[in-house]
Each structure stands twice: as structure tokens, then as C-alpha cells.
């Protein structure tokens, strides 16, 4: 089984940046055609463009809120419309709790992760799977984190929204495996992205050195790679998946 994507669609929303970026990336270079989906149009065309140019793939840009259904409804309209299908997508718009710990974490706060976190990854299977249901095939990935995993001080409201992506997509595999769409999630340690650098701020170096046993954050692209291989058919057996890539962090 091969990673050859030609005449497939990928959907990646959060696509306009960090691992989203590398993913809708990564998926062109594996030959799909890709939506980028981003709240931020001006980062999504950039990421459109770069693949047109330098990856010589097909690409079209949507904006997109993950945390209003209709914005989401709508995205999928659009994507089908152009490309025909939606055959891979990666759930992967997120982000950062802002709290310095739990007790003094605000309701906007709250608010804010839950809504995109957990509750934009819930519309987007939705809509997702109204779509893969008819065609009868497909593959998901959400992107939870290693906070969805284990317990992690200062992160409580972001671990809980993670932990449910981690719960919807279980449920979700299971529910719908023998329907033909393999529903799995990556759970990413500390990446070098935009999130990371305005969650730790300054102390982000230090913090990568002693995170994990390798000593360092993931670049994007090592995320990607797993998120393109769980959606090809080399994964064809992988169903209801919560992967850590973090460096050995939580085999600790
Ligand atoms: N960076 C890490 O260390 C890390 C670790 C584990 C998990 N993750 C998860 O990976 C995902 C991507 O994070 P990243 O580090 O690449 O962050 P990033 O900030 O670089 O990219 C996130 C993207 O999501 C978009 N976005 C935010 N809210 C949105 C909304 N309501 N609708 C549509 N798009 C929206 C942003 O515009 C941005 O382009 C997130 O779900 C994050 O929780 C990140």
C-alpha cells in the first residue's frame, strides 16, 4: 500500500499555519488536490499559493469560523463544489489555553478552547461525515494533543477539550468503520508553531529541552507525515487511533 494521493481531496482546516500549513503541504506533495480552511484568509492564500507555485498541485482557499456549524456547512459546500469530494480530512484548527492555572482560568477562556478545541472539531465531523456517508468512503484525523492523553499542570481546560477530541473520535471510528471511513487522532507533544511560542513565550526553550527524551520540539512536517500516512491507504487497518508523537514524552 502506497501514499500516492493523486485523485484524492484533503480537507485541513487551521491550514494557514504551523502543523496545519505543513499538512495541506504535505498532502500536495503526495499529490492530492487541498482545501486550506482558516479563520485568517490572508495566511490560507498564502499556503494556497505556495502549493499552486512550488508544489504544482491543486489548492483553494476558505475561510472559515470552526465554531459556527453554518460556517462550516458552508466550507464543505465550497470544497465539494471545486473539487468534487472530500476524501481526507484533517481536523486541526485550535487554540491555546491562556490560563496561567486552573483556578484562575476565566469563563472567555473556557469559552474560547472549548468552542474551537472541541466543539469546531465536532462540526467539522459532522459535516464531514454527512458528506463520506453518501460517497460510502473516507478517512478523518483530529488533531487532539498529548494534553488530550495525560494530565498536564496549567493546561486543564485545553487538556479537557483534548481529552474529548480524543473521546469523539474514538466513538466516531467505531461507530462508523464498517461504513468505510477510518476516524483517528494525532496527539502532538511540543511543536515549534505560532500556538506553541504564545502559550510558553520565553520559556519555550528551556521547556523543549527537558520536555521529552529527545530534547527538542517537533518541527510541523513530523506531525504531517503521520496525519498523511493515517489518511492513506498504508494506514488501511489503523481505525480509532490517539498518536502520540511527542518525542517519547508520554512513555515516560
Ligand atoms: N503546537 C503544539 O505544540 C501543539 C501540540 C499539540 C497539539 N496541537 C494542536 O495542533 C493544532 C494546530 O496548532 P498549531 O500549533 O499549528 O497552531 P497555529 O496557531 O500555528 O495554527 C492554528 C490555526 O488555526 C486557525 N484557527 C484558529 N481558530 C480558528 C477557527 N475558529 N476557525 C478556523 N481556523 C481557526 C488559526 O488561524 C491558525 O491558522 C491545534 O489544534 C493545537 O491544539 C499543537
New binding site residues.
Partial sequence: MDRNLAGKVALV??G?????RATAIAFARNAAAVVV????AA?GVEVVKLIETQVDARAMFIQ????DAESVKAMMRSAVERFGAIDMAFN????PDRAASLHVSTQENWDRVMS??LE?VWHCMKAELDHMLIAGKGAIVN????SGLVGVPSDGVYGAA?HGVVGLTKAAAIEFAARGIRINAVC????D????RERFGDELLARAQTANPLGRMAQ?EEIADAVVWLCSDAASFVVGVALPIDGGQTAR
Fill in positions: 482546516t487551521g494557514g499555519s504551523g502543523i496545519g480552511a482558516d479563520a485568517d495566511r472559515v469560523d470552526v465554531t486541526n484548527a485550535g487554540v474551537v478545541n469546531g488533531n487532539a494533543s498529548r483534548k502532538p507533544g511540543l511543536v508553531t505560532a500556538l506553541t510541523p
